[in-house]
């Protein structure tokens, strides 16, 4: 059983979409009703339908796409993710380069193990920096759910103030438009 049929593929015309083609089957498209009419219509009809389900099999998806089970990193955390890798996986090759040198009796054996001390330190930073990160934009922007978010007041106050900027520009639009006629002097 294929990855098609045990997610579920979509269906076309009553054919289940998979990924393998039977070599065999050239009316796997046509219901057996069309493909095969009762009576003097086989000739110009069957090719007809046939040729028709041929050109429709070359307009078929290749995927369908799923809607995403997780939403996307914002932006910062996903930087200090890919830094965080990044500085890991120095560390790592430099620790691998320092066991290799060490086991071989390299003069380099020495300056790779202080040197992968100071990645393991930074690529530690680099972890907590995700953590810090993540955590940092989630009151900023984001945790919604929580009651007593920081975010919602701030949302919300941030609101407020533009709404009062809005009516103020209107009125002084409303002003602007009269030509002054709300005034008392024209000094």
């Known amino acids: 059983m294929g990855t098609a ?3 579920g593929a979509p269906r076309v015309g009553g054919a289940r979409l998979t990924g393998h083609r039977d070599p065999e089957a050239t009316d796997r498209d046509i219901p057996e009703s069309v493909a095969e009419p009762s009576g003097q219509e086989t000739g110009v009809l069957t090719q007809e339908v046939r040729r028709g389900a041929r050109e429709q099999r070359h307009y078929r998806p290749l ?3 799923e809607p995403a089970r997780r939403r996307r990193l914002p932006d910062p955390v996903r930087t200090a993710a890919v830094r965080a890798v990044l500085l890991i996986a120095v560390t790592l090759i ?3 380069v320092a066991f290799l040198c060490t086991m071989a009796g390299s003069w380099l054996a020495f300056p790779m193990v202080i040197s ?7 690529a530690t930073w ?3 920096d995700v953590w810090v990160t993540r955590q940092v934009w989630n009151q900023r922007n984001g945790v919604v759910s929580v009651p007593s978010s920081t975010a919602r007041a701030l949302r919300r106050e941030r609101r407020r103030s533009r709404r009062q900027e809005r009516a103020a520009e209107r009125a002084q639009e409303r002003i602007r438009r009269r030509g002054g006629a709300g005034q008392l002097s024209h000094s």
Do not use: D
Not at 116 to 122: E, H, L
């Open 5 to 7: 049929e045990r997610r």
């Open 63 to 65: 995927w369908v796409e």
């Open 94 to 96: 430099q620790a691998m």
């Open 116 to 122: 992968s001390v100071v990645s393991t330190i930074a």
């Open 126 to 128: 680099g972890a907590l």
